[in-house]
């Protein structure tokens, strides 16, 4: 297991990753349940999910930018990168934020 995991620079984010990667249903779930609490660990989003499959969802959200992961001991702790996000694309999250919960709707 690494003691560290690799993010992408803002200037690295890839408009088609980001959305390629919030077309999942569960990682779009995981988005918005981090937006939620702001920081959590692995455990506390994993819900009814195995742990092998959320690994692999973790590593799409943390390889398009969208996901901080940081080791603290055994624990992995989860941020979104709203402001490396925003500053890249603006607005961005924020709509797919607000459409997501159906706060905006056409």
Known sequence: MAN???HPDP???NLISILRAIADPVRLELIR???QLGEAN???LLGSRPKSSMSHHFQVLR???ILHT???GVN??????LDDLEKRFPG???AILAASSGGSRP
């Open 63 to 65: 390889e398009s930018g």
């Open 33 to 35: 349940h981090l937006h």
């Open 92 to 94: 961005l999250m924020n």
């Open 70 to 72: 940081r080791i603290d």
């Open 11 to 13: 200037q690295e984010f």
């Open 42 to 44: 692995c455990s506390t």
């Open 76 to 81: 992995h702790r989860n941020t979104l990168r």
């Open 4 to 6: 560290t995991y690799t």
